[in-house]
């Protein structure tokens, strides 16, 4: 990478810096979409993204991540160390973002953002790996490593061309080695299990041998905890919360994936897992209120949009229900990230996220979370990886189930699978 283009792609960050959160969320709640322009509709989601994302992967390429994020913790937060937060921030904000940021460069201001946190990103991967780096991520202790060394493996399959392709062979080798260290610490027996495959299945399809067990267990454990209708149990029972959304699906058909490109898993397996996943965004659709806003049960609320990440990445995959127009559901996800991120205390004075679900109450976060822990949120955003002109973005916004329901419009009705 040139140091010339790098500089000038780093000239707009004063640009950058003057996004406006209630410029950005400005809405009209009583129309199907934001505002009925579809193009304005986009550059609400791809601002928020950069907005939310934007601390973490400024400070990551200016060398200042570790400094400058200010964390706090749940008042119940365990034993863990603290230092956990800054891998859960990383791994999590590159899945979120890695889908826009593989879109091809363009000249519009979208495209120079874009191309801005693609920059920023793959220096910042490059610091946090490199051993004399004051933002070294921690992969040697404690387990939550085994979590968002999955998130982050979740982003460069996302994203290869854009985020693993264009890093040094020398930092590449050092995340992989970073990856294959967590092998002596194993999963628990829950949904942790898919971190361990997601993370073995990047490492095959980097062209490493993977530890086969640990790549396996995750996709047979949880096909043996499959418990009906598009919802898999999180152990042997199930927990009714979004870990299906935050985890189980997405990563369940990923793993698949690379499993069936390399001849490890077959077409009717993936198929299943692909439709498992279509028919649990049809419940997430379902879900979503007239008004915008889905129901905050279960642990992890404060993950915030992350909870919709399964409705969202089965509409990037262009593989939305026949019920489901993609106009709704980027209709519906729009007005629920409007009311979720146009709150006072969500972003604290630096546009870091706080912890709350709708503004900010640290008494909501669970034992297990802390600053970086939310950065999840960026899961729901993944349709940005979908062009301007396809439909999900080009297609005038359309009402969601509950609105046209509780309306008194047609709607389809819903019955229950067997698969």
Not at 153 to 178: C, G, M, N, Q, V
Not at 215 to 227: C, H, I, M, S
Not at 377 to 394: D, R, V
């Amino acid at each position: 990478m040139e140091r010339r283009k790098f500089l000038g792609a780093l000239s707009i960050a004063g640009f950058a810096g003057t996004i406006c959160p209630k410029g950005l969320l400005a809405a009209e709640k009583n129309s199907p979409g934001l505002s009925g322009n579809v193009k304005n509709e986009r550059e609400f989601w791809w601002k928020l993204l950069y907005k939310i994302a934007n601390p973490v992967t400024s400070n990551l390429a200016n060398g200042t991540f570790k400094k400058n994020m200010l964390v706090e913790k749940s008042p119940t937060f365990d034993s863990r160390s603290v230092h956990v937060t800054y891998l859960e921030a990383v791994g999590r904000t590159f899945a979120g973002i890695a889908p826009w940021l593989a879109l091809p460069d363009d000249e519009t201001k979208e495209g120079a953002f874009r191309k801005k946190m693609r920059m920023e990103a793959l220096q910042g991967l490059s610091r946090c790996f490199d051993p004399a780096s004051p933002d070294l991520l921690n992969f040697k202790t404690d387990y939550q490593p085994i979590v968002d060394a999955a998130y982050l493996a979740h982003a460069f399959l996302r994203a290869p061309k854009a985020l693993w392709e264009p890093l040094d062979d020398l930092s590449k080798e050092r995340i992989l080695t970073s990856f294959k260290s967590l092998r002596n610490r194993k999963p628990f027996n829950s949904n942790w299990l898919l971190f361990g495959s997601l993370t073995e299945a990047f490492i095959l399809f980097a062209g490493q041998e993977p530890d086969s067990e640990r790549l396996n267990k995750g996709v047979k454990k949880l096909n043996e905890w499959y418990k009906g209708d598009g919802y898999y149990g999180d152990g042997p029972n199930l927990a009714f919360d979004y870990y299906n959304s935050f985890v189980i699906h997405p990563m369940m058909v990923d793993t698949l994936k690379v499993m069936l490109d390399h001849g490890l898993a077959t077409s009717k397996e993936y198929e299943l897992a692909l439709s498992r996943m279509e028919r649990y965004a049809i419940g997430q659709e379902r879900m979503i209120s007239p008004e915008g806003t889905f129901p905050p049960i279960g642990r992890s609320i404060t993950y915030r949009t992350g909870s919709l990440q399964a409705l969202s990445q089965v509409a990037l995959m262009e593989r939305l229900p026949s019920t489901l127009k993609p106009a709704q559901v980027r209709a519906a996800l729009s007005l629920v990230k409007k009311n979720m991120y146009d709150v006072p205390g969500t972003f604290d004075k630096d546009g870091w996220l706080q912890l709350g679900f709708v503004g900010h109450d640290p008494d909501i976060a669970d034992y297990y979370t802390s600053t970086g822990s939310l950065y999840m949120a960026t899961l729901s955003f993944l349709p940005l990886g979908l062009p301007e002109s396809n439909e999900f973005w080009s297609a005038p916004a359309e009402d969601w189930t509950a609105r046209k329901a509780w309306g008194g419009k047609k709607f389809a009705k819903d019955y229950h699978v067997d698969y």
